[in-house]
């Protein structure tokens, strides 16, 4: 699943391709795509002659601001963007066509089927879901290491697990917690409370220069992930550990190993990570 790193990219290419274009028209071949409004033909009438001003990201969600809504779409598994002239030939897997008015058309495919798209009305997305519950962003300036030490002292879960709760902090997945967790030398079977300050001052450097420095390479393309442009990621070529399984330890040369925790695969060295 594009983790924030991956969901940033796409937006940040995004930006440069579909500003200031104006749908025309929507095609939708996969209704079940389409969560709000539920009607289709509701959902593809709303969008028409709608602008397209801003695309940002909030957690794992892209955002399209629009005149009077807002498009809310998650790409889940393997969900992608791309845009295309008119005449191109449409893709397999492609389920949702956004044609503009100047011959382009920004196109969603997803082999998984799993992505969703909600449209809510502008200046109320954030009251309702899917961004009703969402937690801090770990890249805003306002996600210091003091409140992180006020989020984690009450928590008495396993921080591997924890970390990828979207209600406790969003954007973080499989790849970069272990990552993180591993520049930050803490056991993701860790309890969250019993990390010492200097531990989770750590903790709060690695997640942020993990997130920075992907974001900086593209993104991870573990398997299928390219971003708007249909251009794949580089930082998979500088994993600490995730993947690897078998492979000696960067730090130490101890070997990584991979457990099961909070049933999700996980890497980590059992020298370095106490």
């Given at each position: 699943?594009?983790?924030l790193?991956e969901v940033?990219t796409?937006?940040?290419?995004?930006?440069?391709?579909?500003?200031?274009?104006t749908?025309e028209?929507?095609s939708?071949?996969?209704?079940?795509?389409i969560?709000?409004?539920?009607?289709v033909?509701?959902?593809?009438?709303?969008?028409?002659?709608?602008?397209?001003?801003?695309?940002?990201?909030?957690a794992?969600f892209?955002?399209?601001i629009l005149?009077?809504d807002?498009l809310?779409s998650h790409?889940?598994?393997?969900?992608?963007y791309g845009?295309?002239q008119?005449?191109e030939?449409?893709e397999?897997?492609?389920?949702v066509?956004?044609h503009f008015?100047d011959?382009?058309?920004?196109?969603?495919?997803?082999v998984r089927?799993?992505?969703t798209?909600?449209?809510?009305p502008?200046g109320?997305?954030q009251?309702?879901?899917p961004?009703?519950?969402?937690g801090?962003?770990?890249?805003?300036?306002?996600?210091?290491?003091t409140?992180l030490?006020s989020?984690?002292?009450?928590?008495?879960?396993?921080i591997?697990p924890?970390?990828?709760n979207q209600?406790f902090?969003?954007?973080?997945g499989?790849i970069y917690?272990?990552e993180?967790?591993?520049r930050a030398?803490?056991?993701?079977?860790?309890?969250?409370n019993t990390?010492t300050n200097?531990q989770?001052?750590n903790?709060?450097?690695?997640?942020?220069?993990?997130?920075q420095e992907?974001?900086?390479a593209?993104?991870?393309s573990i398997?299928?992930?390219?971003?708007?442009?249909?251009e794949m990621g580089m930082?998979?070529?500088v994993?600490?550990?995730?993947?690897?399984?078998g492979?000696t330890?960067?730090?130490?040369s101890t070997?990584?190993?991979?457990?099961?925790v909070?049933g999700?695969g996980?890497?980590f060295?059992?020298?370095?990570?106490?």
């Amino acid at each position: 699943m594009p983790e924030l790193p991956e969901v940033e990219t796409v937006v940040r290419t995004l930006r440069t391709l579909v500003l200031d274009k104006t749908i025309e028209r929507v095609s939708v071949l996969l209704p079940r795509i389409i969560r709000r409004p539920a009607d289709v033909e509701q959902f593809k009438a709303v969008l028409v002659g709608q602008t397209i001003h801003a695309v940002e990201r909030r957690a794992k969600f892209i955002k399209f601001i629009l005149d009077q809504d807002v498009l809310i779409s998650h790409l889940r598994m393997e969900g992608r963007y791309g845009v295309y002239q008119s005449s191109e030939e449409i893709e397999k897997h492609t389920h949702v066509i956004f044609h503009f008015t100047d011959g382009t058309e920004l196109r969603y495919r997803d082999v998984r089927q799993f992505g969703t798209m909600d449209i809510i009305p502008l200046g109320k997305e954030q009251d309702v879901e899917p961004l009703k519950k969402l937690g801090p962003e770990p890249l805003d300036e306002t996600f210091t290491s003091t409140l992180l030490t006020s989020m984690l002292k009450s928590k008495t879960t396993k921080i591997k697990p924890l970390l990828l709760n979207q209600e406790f902090m969003v954007g973080l997945g499989n790849i970069y917690v272990d990552e993180a967790l591993f520049r930050a030398n803490i056991h993701p079977e860790r309890t969250a409370n019993t990390l010492t300050n200097d531990q989770i001052e750590n903790l709060h450097k690695s997640i942020v220069q993990t997130l920075q420095e992907a974001i900086d390479a593209g993104g991870s393309s573990i398997k299928s992930y390219v971003n708007g442009q249909g251009e794949m990621g580089m930082f998979q070529q500088v994993l600490k550990v995730y993947g690897k399984k078998g492979e000696t330890c960067p730090s130490c040369s101890t070997e990584i190993v991979k457990i099961v925790v909070g049933g999700r695969g996980t890497h980590f060295c059992p020298s370095c990570q106490k």
